[in-house]
C-alpha cells in the first residue's frame, strides 16, 4: 500500500499563489508518476498536472503557464505550484501516485480562491 499526505491548500484572493505538497510513503517502487487532479461538486475529477519519475511533465491546458509541478524523488513528494489564481481554480486537489497501473490518492486538500 502507498499512503499520500497532502497539505498547503487554503484561501487565495485572485492573482494569488499557493503551493500544495503531498509527501508519498508506504510501497514505493523507483519508478512511478506522481501528479494533481482536481475536483468541484458536481463534476468528475480532471487532471492539473503529472510528472514522471524522470522528471516528463503534462499540464492541463487551463493551468499551462500558470502552475508548475515538480517532485523531490529522495523525499517521495510532489508538489504543485500555483501561481496567478483564479476563482475557477477553486476546487478540491487529490494527489496520486501511479505505480504499475494503480492509482493511489491522498485525502485532497481545498483551494478556493476569492476575493
Known amino acids: 500500500q502507498v499512503q499520500l499526505v497532502e497539505s498547503g491548500g487554503g484561501l487565495v484572493q485572485p492573482g494569488g499563489s499557493l503551493r500544495l505538497s503531498c509527501a508519498a510513503s508506504g510501497r514505493l517502487l523507483s519508478i512511478y508518476a506522481m501528479g494533481w487532479y482536481r475536483q468541484v461538486p458536481g463534476k468528475q475529477r480532471e487532471l492539473v498536472a503529472t510528472?514522471?519519475?524522470?522528471?516528463?511533465?503534462n499540464y492541463a491546458d487551463s493551468v499551462k503557464g500558470r502552475f508548475a509541478i515538480f517532485r523531490d524523488n529522495n523525499k517521495n513528494t510532489v508538489y504543485l505550484q500555483m501561481n496567478s489564481l483564479k476563482a475557477e481554480d477553486t476546487a478540491v486537489y487529490y494527489c496520486?501516485?501511479?505505480?504499475?497501473?494503480?492509482?493511489?490518492w491522498g485525502q485532497g486538500t481545498q483551494v478556493t480562491v476569492s476575493s
Open positions: 496520486d501516485v501511479l505505480q504499475r497501473g494503480v492509482y493511489y
Open positions: 510528472v514522471t519519475s524522470g522528471g516528463s511533465t
